[in-house]
């Protein structure tokens, strides 16, 4: 039977390091006597883990209270009180979402506060590799422009594209627009700024923003749909990300053989179709697995969507029918989805989100018709953020697991 390896000092210290600055995140303001209590450490240990993450910049000590401070002269009873905070400052994340059309970068703090954000246009979607790289270089310089930094300071970019990518990172190519994503991104940002680029499926990342700050919170067994021109879902299976061998887990194509469904059409893009003059599920769509071309009916199928719940709000007829067909179509996507994969909850997410929840007393009636196991269905609060979101997050979890490792930017 093979020995277990033998705790050295080195790996003692890198354990209690981990478990002190694992707590000093989880809270605003962590005491000494705190530590000791949450990771067992002996005081002198605290202290010395405490002052050596000080060292290396990941935390900092505040001032004693004023409470805890006399007059001089007057006798103190015990030792006052150590308290040390998270340098949330001392690096900053990337969240970067890659589209067909436009690209957005945020720029958070360790804590996960949004400080800077850009977004810029690309002038194609079938443009080379170079320009495209471009683009979203000039969106995350101007992002960390916003929030008063420079490329320096990144300890790590997670970034979402809309197409299959595996766990090693690598972009599933099977079909033309997923190929368009796959542009060397991780090795230019490399190469360029020397950072740490994740690359992941934006519908995966948006399951990750749900889980961390949507109405997904915390909840483990978890479906996000990204529902706009084209419908795309993130997966999460006891709080984990579902890849599939290729990355191709939550792809949406499987629709086209589904009764009652047909296609992969978003809600955006069928309240378009449906609300267009003799329009029909076949008007402006793709068979490639990509939006329709740019300048087509999809360039403006948000407004256009948005119309149409804006006049079934006033009580337009034809409007209603709209959404009660697009309630039904999408009951029948989150029954299939309900079926095969069992979910606690499926959140509507991305930039029709914040229209979505008229659809919700409809498609929860609908349920229980096409599926034995509803789940509970919510749209996602964080609107067109969620993919940059769920790239912060895994940027975040990148820089917590590895950060004993990191080498921390000189302060400025």
């Keep these: 039977m093979p020995q277990a390896a033998a705790a050295t000092p080195q790996l003692l210290r890198r354990v209690n390091a981990q478990a002190v600055l694992s707590y000093v995140r989880s809270t605003d303001v962590a005491t000494g006597t705190e530590l000791m209590a949450r990771t067992g450490l002996t005081r002198a240990s605290v202290i010395a883990v405490c002052e050596d993450l000080i060292r290396r910049g990941w935390i900092r000590e505040l001032d004693a209270p004023q409470r805890d401070k006399v007059s ?35 720029v958070a703090d360790l804590r996960g506060t949004v400080v800077g954000r850009s977004s810029e246009s690309f002038r194609a979607t079938d443009i080379p590799a170079e320009e495209r790289i471009g683009v979203v270089d000039r969106a995350c310089r101007q992002a960390l422009a916003a929030a008063g930094t420079n490329p320096a300071k990144v300890l790590a970019a997670g970034a979402g594209i809309a197409a299959p990518v595996d766990r090693d990172g690598n972009v599933l190519v099977t079909q033309h627009f997923w190929s368009l994503f796959d542009v060397g991104l991780r090795s230019a940002f490399k190469e360029l700024h020397g950072w740490t680029v994740l690359l992941e499926n934006d519908a995966n990342l948006a399951a990750l923003g749900e889980r961390w700050r949507g109405s997904g919170k915390g909840v483990d067994d978890l479906v996000v749909l990204l529902a706009g021109e084209r419908l795309g879902a993130g997966v999460m299976e006891s709080g984990r990300l579902l890849h599939g061998r290729g990355g191709a887990a939550g792809e949406m194509g499987y629709l086209d053989m589904v009764e009652g469904v047909g296609s992969s059409d978003g809600i955006a ?104 196991t509803p789940p509970r269905v919510t749209v996602s609060p964080l609107g067109n953020s969620i993919v940059t979101m769920g790239a912060i997050r895994h940027a975040l979890d990148y820089v917590e697991e590895n950060a004993l490792e990191l080498e921390l930017p000189a302060p400025a």
């Design 72 to 106: 001089p002269g007057t006798p103190r009873k015990g030792r006052p009180a150590r308290r040390f905070e998270l340098n949330r400052q001392a690096g900053y994340v990337l969240g970067i979402d890659i589209g067909a059309a436009t690209t957005t970068a945020a």
């Design 269 to 372: 893009s069928l309240a378009r179709q449906w609300s267009a003059a003799g329009g029909g599920p076949s008007a402006g769509g793709t068979q490639d697995g990509g939006p329709p071309a740019e300048g087509g009916p999809a360039a403006e199928g948000a407004a256009s969507a948005r119309r149409v719940f804006e006049d079934a709000r006033a009580g337009d007829p034809a409007a209603l029918q709209v959404l009660d067909r697009i309630s039904e179509r999408m009951a029948r996507v989150i029954a299939s989805i309900a079926s095969l994969i069992n979910p606690e909850q499926v959140v509507i997410g991305g930039a029709v989100a914040e229209s979505a929840g008229v659809l919700l007393p409809r498609i929860g009636a609908l349920l229980p018709r096409f599926t034995a």
